[in-house]
DNA sequence: ACAACGTACAACCATTTGGTTGTATATTAA
DNA sequence: TTAATATACAACCAAATGGTTGTACGTTGT
């Protein structure tokens, strides 16, 4: 039972499924930055944009590095990859499903009476 | 202005972070599903399933066909590769960053006043 | 010492989400 | 024709989400 496995990966989606906190992303994936720069970026309020910024960190797209009064955030691209894997193992799913197909064609031409 | 598409990615990552969905998702994409048949293997009742095969339908990640009274789902999984070659734009942009500081390590030893 | 800055977090609010039950409608089986 | 099956959808509900303002606290600059 990986129930945690389901719980960080819904995290993970979830964290992504946000415009603003995937443009969070492209930012600290660019390279480290503090939350009132990031806030900077965007119409909504400091406490919004620190607020997406937490859920990324709890969802493990990105850490946080003390620097003074700052907050330095910075991607974590194996997390990113994590979600990528999810991916591609839904991927492969559906390769056995082609190749069931394709073997249901090779025994029907074969077994043409 | 492709706010359109940062739409269709917000319901795409939306719809995959439920783990009902990404479950209905492994099964659509090995082969054709009736809603009812996936309804059997949930806990929940037919109604709630039905919802998340509309959510599903709905991000573009599965298309249903009907047969007879059967509505039979198919994951599309051209969906699932655009989701993931969104995340690899993300690591894309993190290989600019391990670009940029190889660079630096290169000119500081060079610069080695 | 004190003002400004950067961050965190609580309280609040409207909307969305994930579930429920109940009802309606079309298709198939008896 | 009537009963059972498969689906869709409305109405409802509790909890989560994405935003707000306000407050508190450590750090930095004057």
């Known amino acids: 039972m990986h129930g945690d496995d ?3 990966t819904d995290a993970l989606f979830q964290a992504l499924a946000d415009r603003t906190r995937r443009d969070i ?3 600290v994936l660019a390279g480290e930055r503090s939350v009132s720069a ?3 970026r965007y119409e909504m309020s ?3 944009v620190q607020k997406h910024v937490a859920v990324l960190e709890k969802a ?3 850490t946080k590095r003390r620097n003074g009064r700052e907050q330095l955030a910075s991607g974590d691209v194996a997390a990113v990859r ?3 894997s999810m991916l591609t193992e839904l991927e492969q799913i559906w390769r056995g499903r082609i190749a069931r197909i394709d073997e249901l064609i090779a025994s029907d031409s074969t077994e043409e009476s």
Chains 1, 2 share one sequence.
């Open 46 to 48: 400091f406490a919004a």
């Open 60 to 62: 493990g797209l990105l």
């Open 25 to 27: 992303m492209r930012r």
């Open 38 to 40: 990031l806030a900077a």
């Open 82 to 84: 994590s979600v990528a």
């Open 6 to 8: 389901e719980d960080r």
